[in-house]
């Protein structure tokens, strides 16, 4: 199987022309740009290009990664065909990331190592955007 990719929105101009994620290198340095990067972009969407869209032209699944760089944690959703959460150990109740300026809430006990998240993303582009089995999901709560 040919992998295309990875495509990740998580800078103003990713919205017109999104970031391209080949390897798990790409992946690390996405994941690094968002440790170290503006408070304000602390998540990213992402999107595999090895996936369909729908009729209307958009996806049929999103992947949001949300990071903190001080507790060295992060949370991963997964819309696809149900509304999933990573499930971690560490949980600080209800966490707030910023995806472009906007609040982005991960639902409480959601947080796990950033090795991990790393480790979720890489499988995500290896696996044509399949849910990450190298971690624990459970359902989102609304």
Request: proline share 4%; glycine share 10%.
């Amino acid at each position: 199987m040919t992998i295309r990719g990875l495509e990740v929105q998580f800078r103003p101009e990713h919205i017109k022309t999104p970031a391209l994620l080949a390897s798990a290198n790409d992946v690390d340095s996405f994941i690094d740009a968002l440790l170290n990067g503006r408070h304000d972009r602390s998540c990213a969407v992402v999107y595999s290009l090895d996936r369909p869209t729908l009729p209307s032209g958009y996806w049929d699944h999103e992947l949001a990664v949300g990071v903190d760089r001080v507790a060295q944690v992060g949370a991963l959703t997964l819309a696809d065909d149900g509304n999933f959460v990573s499930k971690g150990s560490i949980d600080r109740g209800i966490v707030e990331y910023m995806l472009l300026g906007h609040v982005r809430e991960f639902m409480a006990g959601s947080e796990i190592p950033i090795e991990l998240v790393r480790r979720a993303v890489k499988e995500f582009l290896g696996s044509g955007g399949r849910i990450p089995a190298c971690i624990e999901w459970q359902e989102e709560e609304f």
